[in-house]
């Protein structure tokens, strides 16, 4: 099934290397967020890649959602939403970090998605694909919370990934799996993230 948002193309090199010229744009209705403070510091440019690997994941996690919900195939659409709400929290929370550093975060129309074929026909086939994104992202925000050298950014992701944490333990129970999963979850490196994301753009 292909998800079709905007005309833009999104690649790896992309997503790694934007660098968005000009004014900043507004963020959750004010020009920056709650990392705003950290972002106005000399960010390095070693964060500044990890927050647009993060948006470009975060526009990945509100459009699955969001097609998911629109499916009517969901056995618990109030769960859902509420992560569909975590997650735009958490692009806010990272996109400001690129606005206040005078760059131009990614938005949903600068990227074009793609899911396997029939990801949204059933609810085990959408948990399933729940459980993978999420652990996408969950495997993301640890390997940034190791790799990070800006401390609010840093504090940031690591509660991001305590939220992503309870989004796999929702899904994975929906399929038949554990809860509980492993008791150190595996971080992702920068590049690993970075070309499973390619899996899901187009």
């Known amino acids: ?15 790694l290397a934007r660098a968005g010229a000009g004014a900043a744009v507004l963020v959750g209705g004010s020009a920056v967020g709650a990392l705003a403070p950290a972002a106005r510091a000399a960010v390095p440019d070693g964060d500044l ?23 009517g195939r969901v056995s ?40 396997p074929s029939k990801s949204f026909d059933s609810w085990p086939s959408i948990a399933r694909l729940g ?16 790799a990070l050298q800006t401390p609010e950014f840093r504090n940031h ?14 899904f994975s129970a929906a399929v038949g799996g554990r809860r509980l999963g492993p008791p150190l979850p595996p971080t992702l490196p920068i590049d690993q993230v970075s070309n499973a994301l390619d899996a899901y753009t187009s």
């Open 131 to 146: 459980v993978r994104l999420e652990s996408l992202s969950l495997g993301a925000y640890l390997g940034a919370v190791r």
């Open 1 to 15: 099934m292909l998800s079709r948002v905007g005309s833009s193309t999104f690649t790896r090199r992309g997503v």
């Open 49 to 71: 890649a990890y927050a647009r690997l993060l948006v470009a994941l975060e526009l990945l996690s509100l459009d699955f959602y969001s097609r998911a919900l629109r499916s």
């Open 76 to 115: 618990s659409g109030l769960e859902l939403r509420r992560a569909r709400a975590a997650e735009k929290q958490h692009y806010e929370d990272v996109a400001a970090v690129l606005t206040a550093a005078g760059q131009v975060p990614a938005t949903a129309q600068d990227i074009d998605f793609s899911y």
């Open 157 to 170: 992701a690591a509660r991001a990934a305590a939220s992503e944490a309870q989004h796999v333990s929702f």
